[in-house]
């Protein structure tokens, strides 16, 4: 059941699913199995000769994975969708799948660390030429970046961790001008906040970890687009095996049926806590595209249907006084990730750019008091007055 025509609510519970389940279960079964059998050569060959569909080996896909695929697509408006065994293995099957040596990528500065590393390293020294713009320098830069042997432009939007949102039918104006695709990481919006494909971009990559997992029980990613993109993606998994594993994609099918609800608490959580931030004399700047003040509200609230769970912002202090706020809070716990149903709280100066040295974070942007709080699904009147009590104690 994948009718398009359907509230976002129900395609969150019913999409992909089937009415009539193996022995009449109501919820997706796990198929927990590594390989899948023939009941005679006859089966094989027709298999084989693709006049039937059927499972094959588990690093092809399983069942409850192709279940949880089809209700993604029908959450992002896509064709289909691909399951993985994380974000990253997403993000680097789709490198691997549409980049090669001599080709160029042009990547935007403000993004996971992970994938910048990737793109800078591995990328690098596989012979792709990697051009990384800021897109604060505006849409000019990003078009004169672009050169003979671009084949893609990745991004984040809202970036983590200054929450940048991208002008997305601009950049899809600029790439179709070059014949370039553009791929967006959605991870910080979610299907539910913004959908990317409907603004003529070619894929949309998610770390299924967060948001649409939304329990911080599970690791995977998702990537959304056409049926043709889709399964060129599919070929390249099938070789470098990042497949989400059967039980994983239980737990997000299980997740996603609660997704719209648990997004509209975030996005008000999100609005509400960015709104108290603001009018914090401790908080130096708030970086949420909610508020009026952020330099892309506009184009933010043209894109998106609300804003998200992720709130960053600067302490009126040093690296210390930004830890002992930290300590201070007694709701969201001290930990990397975003999206799920607990709130969290990480100074990325200490926790995802702790190896740096001060001054090459200071050179990427990352200050030391900046706070990157991933808002669950408490209530917003328990996290302003937690925020309150350890704002007022530094
Ligand atoms: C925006 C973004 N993209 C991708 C990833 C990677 O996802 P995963 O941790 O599921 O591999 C992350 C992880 O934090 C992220 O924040």
Redesign the pocket.
Known sequence: MTDGYLGFSTRAVHGGEERRKPEHALTTPIFQTSTYSFQNTAELIEYMEGRIEREEYGRYGNPTQRVAEKKIAALDGAEDALLFS????A?TTIFFGMLSRESHLILTSD??R??RQFCSTLLRKLGVDVSVIDIQDGYEKLENSIQENTRLIFS?SPT?PYLHVLDLERVVAIAKRHRVKVVI?S??ATPYNQQPLRWGVDLVVH????YLGGHNDL???VVTGSSYLIGALRDVQAMLGGIIDPHSAYLLLRGLKSFSLRLAKQNENGQRIAEFLAQHPRVKAVYYPGLPSHPHHAIATRQMRGFGGVVSFEIDGDLETTSRFIDRLKIPYIA???GGVESLVEQPALMSYYEMDPEERRRIGITDELVRLSLGIEDAEDLIADLQQALDGI
């Open positions: 994380s974000g990253m293995a993000i993004g996971y992970r994938t984040e983590n990481d991870t910080f770390s299924a970890t967060k690791l995977a990613g990397p990730s975003l």
